[in-house]
């Protein structure tokens, strides 16, 4: 038996915290629909992330994220080198379905189907909050072992 490492330790706590807190809000989320606009606005961002991670646009995806984010992490190189290794599967995902986006607020929940290369199926549920400036950015994201079809 090994001993788990505190900084280990630590990332697994922020996972379960962060997958909580998206729990919670996924469940409050769905009391009010989004405008077909938001939705479309809610995707475009996830998609646009997606899109610089797959060019290795560092800059680009650490655009999107939510002021929470990129206080956290610190800069865009160290946030394209968490989501290499703690997201392989949004980092370079082999394919992808968008699920309907719920929230109200300017909180939303956007849920997207991915695989990895190996074909595992895997649910990504994605945090975003509307800025002062009407742009959506993302404040978090969760990824766990999608045991359903793919949409």
Request: charged share 20%.
């Amino acid at each position: 038996m090994t001993a788990c490492t505190v900084p280990h330790l630590s990332r697994h706590l922020t996972r379960l915290f962060a997958a909580l807190w998206l729990l919670c809000m996924a469940m409050t989320a769905s009391a009010a629909p989004l405008t077909a606009a938001d939705e479309k606005n809610v995707r475009a961002v996830v998609q646009a992330q997606l899109a610089a991670f797959a060019k290795d646009d560092a800059a680009t995806a650490f655009s999107f994220a939510a002021p929470n984010v990129r206080k956290a992490v610190g800069t865009a190189e160290a946030f394209m080198a968490m989501v290499r290794r703690d997201y392989p599967v949004v980092y370079r995902p082999s394919s992808l379905a968008f699920l309907k986006p719920e929230g109200k607020d300017g909180q939303v929940i956007q849920r997207v189907q991915m695989a990895d290369a190996q074909g595992v199926s895997w649910l990504a549920v994605y945090s975003l909050q509307q800025q002062g400036n009407k742009a959506w950015r993302i404040t978090g994201c969760a990824v766990v072992e999608h045991k359903g079809r793919m949409a």
